[in-house]
């Protein structure tokens, strides 16, 4: 019963913001580190952010700081990822994915044992 669920995602135009969910069920998100991945056609799968529910501690992509924020609802048991100012190579499915809270490379995806089907983020004019 174990799953991770993401939703949120959609079609935007640049600049434009879009906030995606990662619920999870089967388990609580205590003690673990959260990410979220994307791939975009052609490319390999790449991190985005992670949060630490230990010590607080998030992890951004160069790519993506200061416009993207990852943060959880622990009452709702749930990970979000706001993304503002949206570039088109923003384009991907982007991945929610849970592991320990002990890795030291946040980014690797070998870090993480549970992950969600995904969800499709587009962005074009």
């Known amino acids: 019963q174990v799953q991770l669920v993401e939703s949120g995602g959609g079609l935007v135009q640049p600049g434009g913001s879009l906030r995606l969910s990662c619920s999870a069920s089967?388990?609580?998100?205590?003690?673990?580190?959260i990410a979220w991945f994307r791939q975009a056609p052609g490319k390999e799968r790449e991190g985005v952010s992670c949060?630490?529910?230990?010590?607080?501690?998030?992890y951004y992509a160069d790519s993506v700081k200061g416009r993207f924020t990852i943060s959880i609802d622990n009452a709702k048991n749930t990970v979000y990822l706001q993304m503002n100012s949206l570039k088109p190579e923003d384009t991907a499915v982007y991945y929610c994915?849970?592991?320990?809270?002990?890795?030291?490379?946040?980014?690797?995806?070998?870090?993480?044992?549970?992950w969600g089907q995904g969800t499709q983020v587009t962005v074009s004019s």
């Open positions: 949060i630490s529910s230990n010590n607080r501690r998030t």
């Open positions: 994915a849970v592991g320990g809270p002990y890795g030291n490379i946040w980014y690797m995806e070998n870090e993480y044992d549970y």
């Open positions: 089967g388990f609580t998100l205590d003690y673990y580190a």
